[in-house]
């Protein structure tokens, strides 16, 4: 059965780091596009980032640009975010995502796997 599971979450203070990981099991991920997503309290889910299978291709919202860096590796079917210069607005549950879709895609429905989110908590 193909599992996502987030790790890595927790409380930082505004300005600190955070690094999620996203571990694949159960199926190789090494073919899909793999995205990271986000839901503060009471919004709706929205895109932060992807990657292409290859790792070779990014896409990102305007919102995390310059600060949030994605990467993969395929070996250890494994996603990353590096999520630097954390903001308040940040604050969020973070889901790891997985699709046939291209990387430049930031539909929800385009992304067939999901896992079942971390939390990222930022105080000023």
């Known amino acids: 059965q193909a599992q996502l599971v987030e790790s890595g979450g927790g409380l930082v203070q505004a300005g600190g780091s955070l690094r999620l990981s996203c571990a694949g099991s159960?199926?190789?991920?090494?073919?899909?596009?793999m995205a990271w997503f986000s839901q503060a309290l009471g919004k709706e889910r929205e895109f932060v980032s992807a990657?292409?299978?290859?790792?070779?291709?990014?896409n990102y919202a305007d919102s995390v640009k310059g600060r949030f860096t994605i990467s993969r590796d395929n070996a250890k079917n494994t996603m990353y975010l590096q999520m630097n210069s954390l903001k308040p607005e940040d604050t969020a549950v973070y889901y790891c995502?997985?699709?046939?879709?291209?990387?430049?895609?930031?539909?929800?429905?385009?992304?067939?796997?999901w896992g079942q989110g971390t939390q990222v908590t930022v105080y000023s």
């Open positions: 995502a997985a699709g046939r879709s291209s990387y430049y895609s930031t539909e929800i429905r385009n992304y067939d796997y």
């Open positions: 159960g199926r190789t991920f090494s073919i899909y596009t």
């Open positions: 990657i292409s299978w290859s790792g070779g291709n990014t």
